[in-house]
């Protein structure tokens, strides 16, 4: 009856030695799940948060293009409508002191702009220069003249527009490794 005891009792510690072990071996295996879990979570959440940047700063870029054209085609607008108002003289002192009214109007509103355009440029940018340089040039030019100053500025813009809008597919594309930011 010993012998019978003893090996009940041993297939008894045996059995809860089993039990044990699988026990172990579960919570280890939902620990690594749990781990696994978690690392993909992490994964998740830090794509959603490079998406949800790389949206705002697309947003705020395109913003920025928006404005820099807009600011652009009223400065171009300006500059020719002031420079147009040089040919008109008049004998009526009237609609001289209008005119001068109106020019230095058109004047302020172009250094306005100016200065926004100038504001919204990345100085260490040399295509963003140029474009200053050319804007500044054609300020200092006191005729309408046959357009080229003002087409160049187009074309520069156009440019720089160009490079902007490719900036902004990369980001929208999660790419945030652009480089020289503008704004």
Same mark, same amino acid.
């Given at each position: 009856?010993?012998?019978?005891?003893?090996?009940?009792?041993?297939?008894? %510690?045996? #059995?809860?030695? /089993? =039990? +044990?072990?699988? !026990? *172990?071996?579960?919570?280890?295996?939902?620990?690594?799940? &749990?781990?696994? %879990?978690? #690392?993909?979570? /992490? =994964? +998740?959440?830090? !794509? *959603?948060?490079?998406?949800?940047?790389?949206?705002?700063? &697309?947003?705020?870029?395109?913003?920025?293009?928006? =404005?820099?054209?807009?600011?652009?085609?009223?400065?171009?607008?300006?500059?020719?409508?002031?420079?147009?108002?040089?040919?008109?003289?008049?004998?009526?002192?009237?609609?001289?002191?209008?005119?001068?009214?109106?020019?230095?109007?058109?004047?302020?509103?172009?250094?306005?702009?100016?200065?926004?355009?100038?504001?919204?440029?990345?100085?260490?940018?040399?295509?963003?220069?140029?474009?200053?340089?050319?804007?500044?040039?054609?300020?200092?030019?006191?005729?309408?003249?046959?357009?080229?100053?003002?087409?160049?500025?187009?074309?520069?813009?156009?440019?720089?527009?160009?490079?902007?809008?490719?900036?902004?597919?990369?980001?929208?594309?999660?790419?945030?490794?652009?480089?020289?930011?503008?704004?």
């Amino acid at each position: 009856m010993d012998t019978v005891v003893a090996v009940t009792l041993g297939t008894t %510690a045996l #059995a809860a030695l /089993a =039990a +044990v072990a699988s !026990a *172990a071996i579960a919570l280890r295996a939902v620990r690594a799940q &749990s781990n696994a %879990a978690a #690392a993909q979570i /992490a =994964a +998740v959440t830090n !794509a *959603a948060k490079l998406q949800s940047r790389a949206s705002v700063v &697309s947003a705020s870029r395109q913003r920025w293009i928006d =404005a820099l054209r807009d600011d652009i085609a009223d400065f171009l607008t300006a500059d020719a409508e002031h420079k147009g108002f040089d040919g008109w003289p008049s004998s009526d002192p009237n609609v001289n002191l209008d005119s001068i009214r109106q020019k230095d109007r058109l004047l302020a509103r172009k250094m306005l702009l100016l200065k926004r355009i100038r504001l919204r440029l990345n100085p260490k940018e040399a295509d963003h220069n140029l474009l200053v340089a050319r804007l500044n040039a054609l300020v200092m030019t006191a005729q309408l003249e046959s357009g080229l100053p003002a087409e160049e500025i187009v074309e520069l813009t156009q440019k720089l527009l160009k490079t902007e809008w490719d900036r902004v597919k990369r980001e929208a594309s999660g790419d945030m490794d652009v480089s020289s930011p503008s704004f």
